[in-house]
């Protein structure tokens, strides 16, 4: 008997990101994304929609798990590591496929599945269990599933660990090592020591930027570029609009922070804003709600930019759209849908970087032509990334140790990087590098 592991999605690509590790006759799918860019394509269409499984297979938006169709019967649980939607965005159109299996998840990834299936009038019939970070949970006689808290670019992401006789299996997708997050804990290097100490048989390791030779910056830095063009920047008479990940809470706390010092009203304009913050505050990681005002729906933001429309520079608004998606409130902002107007000289922050997909590079330089034209002035990259580099991998295989190394978060040409640094390695780790693609398996022994 042996440990068998499925790249289902996010090992031809980046995105989709599933994997399936079969522990004798019992297997366990830890995430279950989307692909996001064929996804807001797909939604972005006119006509009719087809949200069905099979048509979201088709074009290329979940994870195919026909791959695994052999395991289906022994599926037991879905454990999606933290709350981005090319991690669990798939859930609420998959999971039903294994309606015996417990999707296992912290809180924060509870709560915001919840209600994504609420809002978008789905049901699926998996039970759901709520798993605290730095928590562990007996899943069968043979596996523990423990989730050891691991800093990102979200609250509650975790390392998700499954302990079995043959060794530990380690999914760190995604992972950062953050020693000063704005929000949230450090990551529990304490606890990652201990489990390579104990023995780890494999790692699945988010080797997205293993490519750059570098630490990736603290979330501090992010903050501190934020304060420089949101305080530092003179924006007197002039509107101030902010974009980025919805997800991104700390980034998020930081730019209610800076708008309280420029005495300015803060306003989140967005369904995906108001979902994360609602979920952040029902457990407790956040409370916005007292200094910023959430705006869900497109008849009340029109009523309150109307308002702003008036008395510009006494507000600041926090927009979706960062991507450039033409159905963003940004977008329709600068399309004229809303009562208020972008005028010379009014600042637009993009606090993110343009995810590396064809539609996304497409939609951002749209919308930046279109305010260039308006006469915005543009603070772009106002950002850190939520992913660790070369320095990052090198910490953390050193912590654990591991035997086999299986790269993800990407397709080979991305993730290549990572079998010089394991080289590079060789008198500290001896391990066996395995170069996934979607649908591959490979046994372990």
Known sequence: MS?????????????????????????????????????IEYTDEEGVFDFSAKKLTEIGAIPDISTIKDWHDKVIAIIPSHVHLDHMGAIPFLAGSFKDAVVLCTP?????????????????PNQFKALL???????????????????????????????????????????????????????NIKRLKEIGEQGVLCVILDCLYCREA??????????????????????????????????????????????????RKIIFLGRSLWKYVKAGEKIGIIKFSSDVKLIKYNDKMADVLKQVQEHRDKYLLVCTGHQGEPRSVLSKIINGQFPFKIQKGDHVIFSCTTIPAEVNIKNRGIMEEKLQHLGARLFKDIHVSGHGAREDHRELLSMLKPRHVIPGHGHQQIVAPIEDLIIEMKEELDAELHFMADGRRVVLE
């Open 108 to 124: 924060f990834v509870k709560e915001l599945l919840k209600r994504i299936i609420i809002d978008d009038k789905r049901q699926i």
């Open 214 to 263: 570098k630490k990736t910056p603290s979330e501090t830095v992010a903050k501190e570029l934020l304060k420089e063009v949101l305080l530092d920047v003179d924006a007197t008479e002039k509107a101030i609009l902010v974009s980025t990940f919805s997800s991104h809470l700390a980034r998020l706390k930081s730019i209610i922070e800076c708008g309280k010092k420029l005495n």
């Open 3 to 39: 440990i068998e592991i499925c790249a289902i999605g996010g090992f031809s690509e980046v995105g989709k990101n599933c994997i399936a590790v079969k522990v004798d006759d019992e297997v366990v799918i830890v995430d279950m994304g989307l692909q996001m860019d064929k996804y």
């Open 133 to 187: 970070p730095n928590s562990s949970y007996n899943l069968t006689k043979n596996i523990t599933v423990e989730f050891v808290y691991m800093t990102h670019s979200t609250p509650q992401t975790v390392t998700v660990i499954l302990h079995t006789k043959y060794g530990a299996v380690v999914y760190t997708n995604d992972f950062k090592l953050d020693s000063k997050p704005t929000l949230g804990q450090k990551a």
